[in-house]
């Protein structure tokens, strides 16, 4: 022995997620692994009117879980569904106000407080299935 003590560091690296196996290129057309209608995913926007009932959608996410707002939840046959919203879309901006930093009551306030409702909004669900545990 030559005297050296040579020490391993050990470094943690994240969950490993294999991809998604392969389908051929004529079967991905609305395959849920290769679906390549990138319209799905562009931004858009969605308005509405509140009226006396609930606004049909509801959030989570925000600053203090270290991810934007997200639509969790949408009732069937509301205004919120007709318009098009969906689980899975990030909410970008509500009449203007900016939503990526804000918590989730900030969040909450800014959609109580709003009579006409333009939701600026991405479908990104693979952020959205980050967000929290589903156990």
Do not use: W
């Amino acid at each position: 022995m030559n005297g050296f003590h040579v020490q391993e560091d050990t470094v943690g690296l994240p969950h490993y997620e294999p991809p998604p196996r392969f389908v051929p290129l004529h079967q991905r057309r609305g395959h849920p692994d290769y679906d390549n209608d990138l319209s799905l995913y562009l931004m858009r926007s969605v308005r509405f009117q509140r009226t006396n009932s609930p606004l049909g959608f509801q959030i989570r996410g925000g600053l203090e879980h270290k991810c934007p707002i997200f639509v969790s939840m949408v009732t069937s046959d509301s205004s919120a569904q007709r318009a098009g919203m969906k689980p899975g879309d990030m909410i970008l901006s509500v009449n203007g106000t900016n939503f990526a930093n804000v918590t989730l009551s900030e969040a909450v306030d800014v959609l109580k407080q709003a009579e006409n409702l333009e939701i600026r909004l991405k479908f990104f669900p693979y952020a959205y299935d980050k967000t929290y545990s589903k156990e």
